[in-house]
C-alpha cells in the first residue's frame, strides 16, 4: 500500500481483514531532527500515527483489532525495494498526476515481473500514468477505485487501460467479489468513472433544485433520503460527510473535463456552496457546513444542530416539515410504491422529487456508452456505492418508462435515443426475472441477458414469480435448488414472533417428511432480525398473564432446540443485526454462514430480561465444552457471563467468535449477497451422510462454585459503575441458569434442566417493575433504559 493517509490506512486495514500480509508505505517527515534522521522509528512517524488513527477510528477498519498485526509498516526511502515481494501494489498518494508518475516510475523499479499495480485515484485518468512504464507494467496496470471506508461501502470500480491484459481484469472483479467482498463494476476510463459522475450530478441537481423551488434544506434532507430508499443523511447532510471542497473538485472536474456533457448546467458551484468554501466551513471536518452543532440542548436534551438558510445565509433553527409527500411515505413501507407515491405528490416535495429523477433518467440514458455499455453497471455502482437502494434505471422501472420518458421530455430533458426504440419494440422494463435468474435489457441486441456472475448469488426476489413451497403470515419457504429449501421472514423488521416460530417448526417438519436435502434459514433484507417481537412479551408481561408467556418462552425455546435436533441439516444465512432471539436461532443450528458484516449479540439484558430463547443453556453447553481437565474453570464461565450480563454485540462475524456467539462450525462470508447461496452448499455438504443429533445429557456446571465467582464478577460490575443494582438482579438471574442453580458442587446435567431453569428466570424478570420499564422505554424510545 503506498500512501497511508484516511484511504491508503482503510484499505490496508481491509485487506488485513481477509487475512492478508499487508506492507504499508509513506514518505519521511520532512520535519526530522539530526538525531531522528537515522531512527526508524521516527523515519516511520508518518505511516505508524496513521496506522494507530485508523485503527482506533469508528466505524472501526478492522473486523478485529488484532488483524492489525497483518499490517507492516515502512517509508519510500528505505523500504521501497520491498514490494518486489508483493503480489498486489496500490498507490494512494495525494491526487496530483506529477507525483503518482513519479511513484509509478520507483515501482517500475522495484516490482517483480507480473505483479499487479493499481491505482485508486477517484478521478485522473488512468491511461496518463503510464508513460514512460514498461510494458510488463501496463499489461498488468489498471485503476482499482475504493469507496470510503473501505470496510463498509462496497463499490470497487475497475478501470482498465487498453493495454491492461484482460486476464488482469477478470482477476480484478472476481476476486473484489468473492474475497474483498465488493460489488465490482466494470468502468471505462473516463471522468469520475461511473458512481461519482452519476453520484455527483445527482447532488448537484438536488442543489440546484432546492433554490428554485423554495424549500429548506432540512426538508430536502428527509426527502432525498430513506423516503425514497436512499441514506439518511439525504443531499446536503452527505454534503456535509464528503467536504464541500472535496465535492466541489468532483463537481468542478467533471464541468472542466467533460464538455460534451449535456446537463453541464447542473455542475455549476451555486452561490451559498462558494459561500461555504470561502468561509472554509467544509462540513464535518471543521465543525460546519450546512449544518452547525451548537453547545446548546433542547428540552428533551437533545444537542441543537442549526440549518443554513440558503437564501440568508444564516444558521437557524430547521422549520418543522408539514409537506404531504412526506406523511405519505412514512405510511408507505414498500419502496417502490413508496417512490411511486412520493413522485406523484402534489406539493413542493414531490416536485423536488420527480424534476430530480426525470433529470436523472435522462441523465443515465445518455452515459451509455460513454462510462459503460450496461445499464446495470451503473444501477450496481450506485447501490454500492452510494448506499441506494434503487439505482438509476431501478427507479425508472419503479415509475415506468414510457411515463418517465414522457414526463422527462415535457420538462425539456434531452432522452437517448435507445430508450425510444427499446419501447418501440415491445419492451416495457430495463430488468425482468425468468427461472430464478434477473435479467437486464441490453441496447446493443435489444434483448434481455442474464447480469454475469449472478447466477453464484442467490436473491431471494428472483423466486417471487414462482409458488412458494409453505407460507405463513410471517414467512415464506423458497425451493432453491438442488434439494434445498430456504426460509425467509417478512414480519417487520424480520422480529421474531409466532410466525415465525411456526414458519421454522413447519418448514422442518415439511424437509424432514419430504425429500429434502435441507433447510437454510436466511434472507436479503438489511438485517437478519432485529431478534423477539417484543410487543407480544410486553403484553402479556404488563398483564401478568404467566401461563401464556410461559407458553410462548417455552416455544422460542423449543424451536431453537428444533433447529439443533431435525432430521436435516439447517443452516443460517445471516447479515446486519442479528440480535436476542436471532443470535439463539443461529447457535442451535448445524452452522451459520455469516456475513462478515453480522453484528451479532445477546442483548436481553437491555431490556431487562435474560436470553430465554435457550441461548443461556446454550452458553452453558458452550462453556461446558470449553472446560479442560485439569485446567481452572472459573475463567472461561466469567467470560460467558460477562458476554450476556453486559448484553456484549460483536461488531463483526470475526469479532462474533471472541464472545462465543459463533465457533467453529461456522463461516465468515465477505460478501453478503453471497451468503444463501454458501449456507445452501453447507447444506448439500452436512446432508451426505447426515445423522440426527440427540439432545445433551453431559453438560458440566460448576454449581455453587460457579455461583460464588459469578456473584463477585456482577458485584465487580456494579462498583466499576458497568451496572446498575437491576443489572446485578438480571446477571444474578444469567449466573443461577449458567452454573445449574443451587447444586452444592460439579454436576452433568442435560440440557432440557437447564431450559427449565432459563425459563423460571426469564419469567420471573417479567414481573420485575423495572423490567417492565425497561421493556416499555425500548417499545417508545428504540433505546434502552438504565434503571
Request: net charge negative.
Amino acid at each position: 500500500m503506498l500512501g497511508s493517509g484516511v484511504m491508503g490506512s482503510g484499505i490496508a486495514c481491509h485487506f488485513a481483514n481477509i487475512g492478508l500480509q499487508v506492507l504499508m508505505l509513506d514518505i519521511v517527515p520532512r520535519d526530522l531532527s539530526a538525531d531522528e534522521k537515522d531512527k526508524p522509528a521516527a523515519r516511520n512517524r508518518i505511516v505508524n500515527e496513521a496506522l494507530k488513527s485508523a485503527v482506533k477510528s469508528k466505524p472501526a477498519p478492522l473486523y478485529d483489532k488484532s488483524f492489525a498485526s497483518r499490517i507492516t509498516t515502512g517509508n519510500f526511502e528505505d523500504d521501497f525495494e520491498k514490494i518486489a515481494d508483493c503480489d498486489w501494489v496500490i498507490e494512494v498518494v495525494v491526487e496530483r498526476l506529477d507525483i503518482k508518475k513519479q511513484i509509478f516510475e520507483q515501482v517500475d523499479k522495484h516490482r517483480k515481473p507480473g505483479s499487479l499495480v493499481t491505482s485508486n485515484t477517484s478521478g485522473i485518468p488512468i491511461h496518463l500514468m503510464l508513460d514512460g512504464r514498461s510494458e510488463d507494467f501496463r499489461k498488468h496496470f489498471c485503476g482499482t477505485h475504493f469507496f470510503n471506508p473501505p470496510r463498509y461501502l462496497r463499490l470497487l470500480e475497475v478501470i482498465p487501460t487498453p493495454e491492461t491484459d484482460p486476464e488482469v481484469v477478470d482477476f480484478f472483479m472476481h476476486y473484489g467479489d468473492v474475497y474483498l467482498g465488493k460489488q465490482t463494476v466494470l468502468c471505462k476510463d473516463t471522468p469520475a468513472f461511473i458512481a461519482n459522475r452519476v453520484g455527483v450530478y445527482a447532488m448537484a441537481k438536488i442543489y440546484q433544485l432546492t433554490t428554485e423551488i423554495g424549500l429548506p434544506i432540512t426538508a430536502v434532507d428527509k426527502l432525498t433520503g430513506p423516503a425514497i430508499g436512499r441514506p439518511k443523511t439525504g443531499t446536503f447532510r452527505l454534503g456535509d460527510l464528503v467536504g464541500h471542497d472535496t465535492a466541489a473538485k468532483v463537481i468542478q472536474g467533471i464541468k472542466e473535463n467533460c464538455p460534451d456533457d449535456e446537463q453541464a448546467g447542473a455542475f455549476e458551484i451555486p452561490k451559498y456552496l462558494q459561500w461555504l468554501l470561502d468561509n472554509n466551513y467544509l462540513g464535518n471536518k471543521t465543525g460546519q457546513g450546512f449544518y452547525k452543532r451548537t453547545g446548546e440542548k433542547d428540552d428533551k436534551g437533545k444537542r441543537i444542530i442549526l440549518a443554513l438558510n440558503l437564501d440568508t445565509l444564516e444558521y437557524e433553527q430547521a422549520p418543522k416539515t408539514d409537506l404531504p409527500s412526506l406523511k405519505t411515505a412514512k405510511q408507505i413501507d414498500d419502496l417502490e410504491k413508496r417512490v411511486q407515491a412520493v413522485f406523484d405528490a402534489d406539493d413542493k416535495g414531490g416536485e423536488l422529487v420527480r424534476r430530480s429523477l426525470l433529470g436523472l433518467f435522462a441523465y443515465v440514458s445518455n452515459r451509455i456508452p460513454e462510462i459503460t455499455d450496461t445499464l446495470y453497471s451503473i444501477d450496481d455502482a450506485l447501490r454500492a456505492g452510494f448506499a441506494w437502494e434503487m439505482g438509476p434505471f431501478e427507479y425508472w422501472d419503479a415509475i415506468g418508462i414510457e411515463k418517465g420518458l414522457t414526463m422527462a421530455r415535457e420538462q425539456g430533458e434531452t432522452v437517448a435515443p435507445w430508450v425510444q426504440e427499446m419501447l418501440d419494440a415491445g419492451h416495457t422494463a430495463f430488468y425482468k426475472r425468468e427461472g430464478g435468474v434477473r435479467k437486464y435489457y441490453d441496447i446493443p441486441s435489444q434483448t434481455y441477458q442474464t447480469i454475469p456472475g449472478s447466477e453464484e448469488f442467490i436473491i431471494l426476489d428472483n423466486y417471487r414469480d414462482r409458488a412458494p413451497v409453505h407460507k405463513t403470515s410471517e414467512t415464506i419457504l423458497h425451493d432453491i435448488g438442488d434439494g434445498v429449501l430456504c426460509l425467509e421472514f417478512t414480519s417487520a423488521h424480520n422480529a421474531i414472533g409466532e410466525g415465525v416460530l411456526r414458519g421454522i417448526n413447519e418448514s422442518i417438519e415439511l424437509a424432514e417428511q419430504g425429500d429434502w436435502q435441507g433447510l437454510v434459514i436466511g434472507n436479503n433484507a438489511t438485517n437478519f432480525t432485529v431478534g423477539a417481537n417484543l410487543m407480544m412479551i410486553a403484553m402479556m408481561a404488563y398483564q401478568q398473564e404467566f401461563d401464556q408467556l410461559n407458553m410462548a418462552v417455552n416455544l422460542f425455546q423449543q424451536t431453537t432446540m428444533r433447529c439443533r435436533y431435525s432430521a436435516i441439516p439447517v443452516v443460517a444465512a445471516t447479515q446486519g443485526y442479528v440480535f436476542g432471539c436471532g443470535c439463539e436461532t443461529i447457535m442451535h443450528c448445524d452452522s451459520a454462514q455469516a456475513a462478515a458484516e453480522s453484528y451479532i449479540g445477546l442483548v436481553e439484558v437491555g431490556v431487562g430480561l435474560i436470553p430465554g430463547g435457550a441461548g443461556t443453556k446454550e452458553f452453558a453447553v458452550r462453556a461446558s465444552d470449553e472446560f479442560k481437565e485439569g485446567e481452572v474453570q472459573i475463567p472461561t464461565l466469567i467470560e460467558r457471563f460477562k458476554t450476556i450480563a453486559m448484553a456484549s454485540v460483536a461488531t463483526s462475524a470475526h469479532e462474533a467468535y471472541g464472545y462465543g456467539y459463533l465457533n467453529a462450525k461456522d463461516d465468515v462470508v465477505v460478501n453478503k449477497d453471497r451468503n444463501i447461496a454458501e449456507a445452501k452448499q453447507k447444506v448439500l455438504e452436512l446432508a451426505e451422510g447426515y445423522t440426527q443429533p440427540i439432545p445433551r445429557e453431559d453438560v458440566l456446571v460448576l454449581g455453587r462454585t460457579g455461583l460464588a465467582a459469578l456473584y463477585i464478577a456482577a458485584n465487580e460490575l456494579q462498583l466499576g459503575n458497568y451496572a446498575t443494582e437491576h443489572d446485578i438482579t438480571i446477571a444474578k438471574k444469567v449466573a443461577w441458569v449458567l452454573c445449574g442453580g443451587d447444586l452444592t458442587g460439579e454436576q452433568h446435567v442435560s440440557e432440557q434442566y437447564l431450559l427449565d431453569l432459563e425459563r423460571e428466570a426469564f419469567l420471573s424478570l417479567c414481573g420485575e417493575q423495572k423490567t417492565l420499564e425497561r421493556i416499555q422505554h425500548m417499545l417508545q424510545t428504540n433505546k434502552p433504559l438504565r434503571n
